[in-house]
């Protein structure tokens, strides 16, 4: 049997004399308030002395055990959810606290900071309550500039950015809290930072698109004003794992690939896939429909496929905004290049990377000194230091370098009539 307040939400019974508990608790008078604290003879909830000097000491967190006053207050008219002033650090938008401090119901009667009862976390961020001398009520000022969700909310802005900085920097809500409790700032939990990365992430893939359209946009004009014939674009292509192939064995559960145009070196294209959502998961092990929801899930296939599936897109993207590309540079893929010629366009040239060119090479090398143990790794480092340089003196002239290959080894044996 469950209740229904006038909110909206369903109560089980022995939530219902909770909350009616906490509607009687809200609209005490002021002369009960007094009762629990007597401001004739208020006397601090807490140390006023300040915390030690950053470096004087490698323990600050010096907690202190509230008085009665603040457990009856917090029981009272917080749920216990009050938390005293020195309990942990908090995220603080000075101009916005300052700005906040004042009582609407007294007519904007300015707050004062020796009244502060405790804080009610929200985040990293929070209300500071304010006890008004005026008319004895509690008072929830805003520590930081807050904004309206789509449900009419009232969001901390430091929290969605923290949201963004946990994009942004590649890490997770438990290195979040890890670094949190090492600066005595409160933990967040996980439900909370999910509600914000679901708010600005799609926020973020727009501006993603945005920022691609723009450069793919700058590589063509470039592209163009350098060449008599506007034909196309030259970019380099790769993919990238969430989780590392050894070259026999590709698991990965997502990945991603990028295209990143030759004139302006700036990222005119992105894909990813995913391989396993959630939300999806736990519906199908409890045998229901998964809630609505953004589901990420867009491949079956195995990892290895992933990369040329996504480059093949890519190309396609660019090329419905009449930037087609006709030089790919990227590893010696085959089954990408291939898949581009025959989907994609069948005049798309092939470029070698360098860095993989001189890693399949270092890789061959390496294979053959299991049979030529004179090939040591001495003599392989220096070959591939012979052929780095000849590369770099050879830069874009593919005559040179068919030239200067043999010079690569004869260096070797002080032979340098080749070497240029």
Aim: contains cysteine.
């Amino acid at each position: 049997m469950v209740n229904r307040t006038k909110k909206g939400r369903f109560l089980k019974p022995t939530q219902v004399a909770r909350y009616n508990q906490q509607l009687k608790n809200l609209h005490k008078s002021s002369e009960e308030c007094d009762q629990l604290v007597n401001l004739d003879t208020f006397v601090p909830l807490f140390d006023t002395q300040s915390t030690p000097a950053a470096g004087s000491t490698l323990d600050d967190h010096s907690y202190i055990q509230s008085t009665g006053s603040f457990d009856e207050i917090n029981e009272a008219f917080f749920s216990g959810k009050l938390r005293a002033l020195d309990f942990t650090r908090h995220v603080v938008d000075l101009q916005a606290l300052f700005n906040n401090m004042k009582c609407v119901d007294c007519a904007n009667v300015s707050l004062k900071f020796k009244d502060a009862v405790g804080v009610l976390p929200a985040g990293i961020c929070g209300h500071l309550v304010i006890r008004c001398y005026n008319c004895l009520r509690f008072v929830q000022v805003a520590m930081g500039k807050t904004h309206s969700s789509p449900h009419g909310q009232q969001i901390f802005d430091v929290n969605t950015k923290l949201a963004t900085g946990m994009y942004h920097s590649g890490i997770g809500p438990v290195q979040l809290n890890n670094l949190f409790t090492s600066m005595n700032l409160p933990n967040i939990s996980e439900s909370l930072i999910r509600r914000r990365c679901d708010e600005v992430g799609p926020v973020l893939e727009d501006l993603a698109e945005e920022s691609t359209s723009k450069a793919l946009c700058e590589e063509g004009h470039l592209s163009a004003t350098n060449s008599i014939e506007s034909t196309g674009i030259t970019a380099s292509a790769d993919g990238a794992y969430q989780r590392r192939g050894s070259g026999r064995c590709y698991n990965s559960l997502s990945g991603t690939a990028t295209l990143i145009g030759k004139k302006t070196g700036k990222i005119v294209g992105f894909s990813a896939r995913y391989k396993r959502c959630r939300k999806c998961d736990v519906a199908k092990a409890k045998h229901r429909t998964p809630n609505k929801h953004a589901c990420k899930k867009n491949w079956t296939g195995t990892a290895k496929s992933m990369e040329p599936d996504m480059i093949v897109e890519i190309l396609k993207e660019v090329k419905d905004k009449n930037n087609p590309v006709v030089t790919l540079i990227g590893d010696d893929d085959c089954t990408a290049f291939n898949r581009a010629r025959c989907e994609v366009s069948s005049c798309i040239e092939k470029l070698s990377d360098k860095n993989h060119v001189k890693k399949n090479i270092s890789n061959k090398l390496y294979k053959l000194k299991s049979k030529h143990k004179e090939l040591s790794v001495k003599t392989i480092t220096a070959i591939m230091k012979s052929f780095s340089y000849m590369l770099a003196q050879c830069k874009e002239d593919t005559d040179k370098i068919e030239k200067s290959i043999d010079s690569v080894v004869l260096h070797q044996f002080g032979d340098h009539v080749k070497c240029g």
